[in-house]
């Protein structure tokens, strides 16, 4: 028979083994717009938006691996493993798990990306039990049979051979591979027909358990929620699966580090029987904890991120050399990108270089004009509230926050930071990114003479 000083010995430290800590970390108003967090003993983080207005929620569950965490004979592995955790679990087929959510018209479905993976689905309030229940089994109790690695093996293939056929979207890899050679920001994020098909049952297990312990995750839900409730449905389901077997772990902090990007000048050329040239022009850019970002985003958007915008009015409406070309960003961990494209008739590929090139140039060397400065912060103020519309999106901005920058911003902090950029900022940020010399990437069918005058567009 156990004394009580022991049993209250006992209960006390099993309640200290078990305690959940919970923080505020934007106040809302009248509950819209709070965003919370709690991290659970075990290391997993829990953070949630409450909207009562809506009748919707979006539920997921961020891990912290991305294809940058693959070796080179790892090359695919996060992306296949996506997939691998539809397949089923100890309680629910396949089959299951897609029923499920289709019973109640709900939406599932993942994503992977250089630095991180997500899965989620979107339901009606009322089902979102169900919702944490199925995801939070697939990403606890997944089986990775290898019969389930044999089948999918041909998805993927099949998903790398859709990507090859769309050269709009592969010269994006290739523009990577450009910039950051063979190390893993370089490579693909679905491998290739030569690392998928090595890929074996047993390494793919070993990299899950590696990756997807409860200190790699962050649990995100936007919508009608209440963070009590999730927080308890998440909590049961993670402690029935035993994931949370260590009261002591923490979590993993953001990535960190400085790289350099040396790639100056280097062009890579694919050719292609395609009836276009897919080009991408483009240098390093900033980080994603780079504070100047904000001014990046906004050189970003005045130059490529709308139809008023300069690559827009000259490529396209005064010259009709594209339908399609715009810039963008790409922020990591320790660097980013900074790139342009477009897609032309091969014949018209110089052309469209030379103006691209000459904007950036005249870009870097004077700056914009302040009406060009304003009306991009205006579309970018604009842009970045209607972006956040849905539950999803809420979603994705809290979940990503809390993995890749380990904190919250609130909507209106975003629009005080992009109303802050100067004039004088986005011209000292044209001046370090676009004066850097470029590198360049086309998909084509391009002659060996014009091939040859390619390398003159980044000289």
């Known amino acids: 028979m156990t004394s009580s000083s022991s049993t209250a010995t006992a209960r006390t430290s099993s309640e ?154 592969c010269v994006h890899d290739l523009f990577a591979h450009t910039m950051f050679g063979d190390n893993p920001l370089g490579r693909p994020v679905l491998g290739t027909v030569d690392t998928v098909n090595a890929l074996t049952a047993d390494r793919i297990r070993r990299f899950y358990k590696k990756h997807y312990d409860p200190t790699h995750l962050v649990v995100a839900c936007a919508g009608n929620v209440d963070h009590q409730k999730v927080v308890r449905q998440v909590r049961a389901a993670f402690e029935k699966s035993g994931a949370l077997r260590d009261p002591d772990a923490v979590p993993v902090a953001p990535r960190g580090g400085s790289r350099t990007l040396r790639t100056a000048g280097r062009v890579e050329l694919l050719g292609r029987k395609t009836e276009q040239a897919h080009v991408v022009l483009g240098m390093p850019g900033l980080s994603r904890t780079d504070d100047r970002r904000w001014a990046l985003g906004v050189l970003n958007t005045a130059l490529g991120g709308g139809m008023s915008s300069r690559l827009f009015q000259e490529v396209r409406e005064k010259r009709g050399l594209a339908y399609s070309v715009y810039s963008y960003t790409s922020g990591f961990a320790d660097c980013g990108l900074f790139g342009v494209y477009a897609g032309c008739r091969p014949s018209q590929v110089h052309d469209v270089l030379k103006i691209c090139r000459d904007e950036l140039d005249q870009v870097a060397q004077h700056g914009l004009p302040d009406d060009e400065i304003d009306r991009a912060i205006g579309q970018l103020k604009g842009s970045t509230v209607l972006g956040l519309e849905d539950t999803g999106a809420l979603m994705n901005r809290i979940g990503k926050s809390e993995l890749c920058w380990g904190e919250q911003m609130s909507v209106d902090d975003m629009l005080s930071r992009i109303a802050a950029v100067t004039p004088d900022d986005v011209r000292a940020v044209a001046r370090e990114v676009l004066g850097r010399r470029p590198s360049l990437s086309v998909i084509g069918p391009l002659k060996d003479k014009q091939a040859a005058r390619l390398h003159d567009a980044v000289a």
């Open 16 to 169: 200290a083994r078990a305690v959940a800590r919970t923080q505020t970390l934007i106040k809302g108003t009248d509950g819209t717009g709070t965003v919370r967090r709690t991290t659970l003993p075990g290391g997993l983080r829990i953070v949630t938006e409450t909207l009562p207005s809506v009748r919707s929620a979006t539920f997921g569950i961020w891990a912290h691996v991305g294809s940058r965490d693959e070796t080179p004979t790892l090359n695919g592995a996060t992306h296949y493993l996506e997939h691998l955790l539809f397949k089923g679990t100890q309680k629910r087929s396949a089959l299951d798990i897609s029923a499920a959510l289709d019973a109640v018209g709900g939406e599932m479905n993942a994503f992977t990306a250089k630095e991180y993976t997500c899965y989620y689905a979107r339901v009606l309030d009322a089902d979102l039990p169900l919702a944490i229940d199925v995801v939070c089994d697939m990403l606890t109790g997944s089986l990775i049979l290898e019969e389930d690695v044999n089948v999918e093996r041909g998805a993927i293939l099949e998903e790398i051979a859709m990507t090859e056929d769309d050269p709009g979207d």
